[in-house]
């Protein structure tokens, strides 16, 4: 049975991958990773995923979050690791990036390419129902 941390990892997961990237490519695959200037919008426009610096902050911290897109003031819905910033400035390059592995899962890496968060979400063979 699966943790509440999987359970709300795989729902991420899941939802991120039928959002639209707002780029040159309309989907976060493998070899198009999300980083800090570009966003990705919910089909019907009411949530923007990306990378952001909360307004009380000195602007070298960025996070990487989910937060209504429709309301002027951000206001920030869900944080992939709230007690652990990148302290990468959003210029630098290369940058900080969200990306999808070969199993499906979604990594957040700084910009040395170390993982700062995973969904780490594995799924195993269904069992075989006996006949």
Known sequence: M???????????????LS????????????????????????????FAMGFFSPS???????????WYSSIPKLTVVWVADQSAPITDHPSSS???????TNDSNLLLSDSSGRVLWTTNVTVGAPASSPL
């Open 19 to 46: 959002w639209r990237m707002c780029a040159s490519d309309d989907r976060l695959v493998l070899g198009n990773a999300l980083s800090p200037g570009t966003t990705l919008v919910s089909d019907g426009g009411a």
């Open 2 to 16: 699966m943790n509440r941390q999987g359970s709300i990892s795989v729902a991420v997961l899941l939802f991120l």
């Open 56 to 66: 009380d902050s000195n602007n070298s911290s960025l996070y990487l979050g989910i």
């Open 94 to 100: 290369p940058a900080s990036t969200l990306s999808l």
